[in-house]
C-alpha cells in the first residue's frame, strides 16, 4: 500500500524567502513521486516528477525536490518566495502502471507569501 | 499545446438525479483517470481506464460508473444524487510509454441541491 504525509497544512513565507514543504511517502514498491499545484478553482498542474535517475529533481517556476529514500521524503524548496507562488501544493505518489498507476494524495500545503 | 478537456465546467443537479461528466484526453494519451477532491480535500481516486478497459477502481460508490469509449473519451455516470457527491471532479490523462505523468482537467464542479 502506499500514502502520503504532508507535514503542515498551511505554510506562510515572506516575498523572497525560502520555501520549503514537507513530504515524506509510504510504498512497498519503487515508487513515482510528483508535486502538483492548485491554484483557486483550478485544476492541477504538475510542478515536477521523480521516476528514476538522478535523485533531485528540478521543476517549472524555480521548484525543486529531492528524493531521499533513506528518509522516504520527498520535500519541495524554492529559494526565493514570489507572491505569484501562493496555491495549494499537492505530494502524490504512484506506482507502475501494472499496479494501477493511480496518484495517491498527500493532503495538501497551503502556502501562503507575505509582501 | 493540447490539454485535458472536461465538460461541463459547472453543473447543478437536485438529490436523486442524475448526472454526466465527460472526459476528452490529450490526443494519443491512452489512460484516463478521475478523481473527485471534496471541498479542502485531497484528490481521491475513483477509476481509471487503460485502452478502453477499466483497470482500476477506487472508493467509487455503486451509483457511479464510467466507461471510455473508442475515440478515447471517457464518461462518468452519477446516478441517485446525494448532497455528499458535491465535490469538483477531475479527469486526467497519460500515455503509458510516457514518464508516467498524469495531465489534468480543469475540472468539473458537480453542486447537488
Known amino acids: 500500500a502506499q500514502s502520503v504525509t504532508q507535514l503542515g497544512s498551511h505554510v506562510s513565507v515572506s516575498e523572497g524567502a525560502l520555501v520549503l514543504l514537507r513530504c515524506n511517502y509510504s510504498?512497498?514498491?519503487?515508487?513515482?513521486l510528483f508535486w502538483y499545484v492548485q491554484y483557486p478553482n483550478q485544476g492541477l498542474q504538475l510542478l515536477l516528477k521523480?521516476?528514476?535517475?538522478?535523485?533531485l529533481v528540478k521543476g517549472i517556476n524555480g521548484f525543486e525536490a529531492e528524493f531521499k529514500k533513506s528518509e522516504t521524503s520527498f520535500h519541495l524548496t524554492k529559494p526565493s518566495a514570489h507572491m505569484s507562488d501562493a496555491a495549494e501544493y499537492f505530494c502524490?505518489?504512484?506506482?507502475?502502471?501494472?499496479?494501477?498507476?493511480?496518484?495517491?494524495f498527500g493532503q495538501g500545503t497551503e502556502l501562503s507569501v507575505k509582501p | 499545446a493540447a490539454g485535458v478537456i472536461q465538460s461541463p465546467r459547472h453543473l447543478i443537479k437536485e438529490k436523486r438525479e442524475t448526472a454526466t461528466l465527460k472526459c476528452y484526453p490529450i490526443?494519443?494519451?491512452?489512460?484516463v483517470y478521475w478523481y473527485q477532491q471534496g471541498p479542502g480535500q485531497d484528490p481521491q481516486f475513483l477509476i481509471s481506464?487503460?485502452?478502453?478497459?477499466?483497470?482500476d477502481k477506487g472508493s467509487i460508490p455503486d451509483r457511479f460508473s464510467a466507461q471510455q469509449f473508442s475515440d478515447y473519451h471517457s464518461e462518468l455516470n452519477m446516478s441517485s444524487l446525494e448532497l455528499g457527491d458535491s465535490a469538483l471532479y477531475f479527469c486526467?490523462?497519460?500515455?503509458?510509454?510516457?514518464?508516467?505523468?498524469?495531465?489534468f482537467g480543469p475540472g468539473t464542479r458537480l453542486t447537488v441541491t
Open positions: 486526467a490523462s497519460s500515455w503509458i510509454q510516457g514518464s508516467y505523468e498524469q495531465y
Open positions: 510504498s512497498s514498491v519503487p515508487p513515482y
Open positions: 521523480y521516476t528514476t535517475g538522478a535523485t
Open positions: 502524490a505518489v504512484s506506482g507502475l502502471y501494472n499496479q494501477g498507476g493511480k496518484l495517491i
Open positions: 490526443p494519443r494519451h491512452d489512460t
Open positions: 481506464f487503460y485502452e478502453k478497459m477499466q483497470s
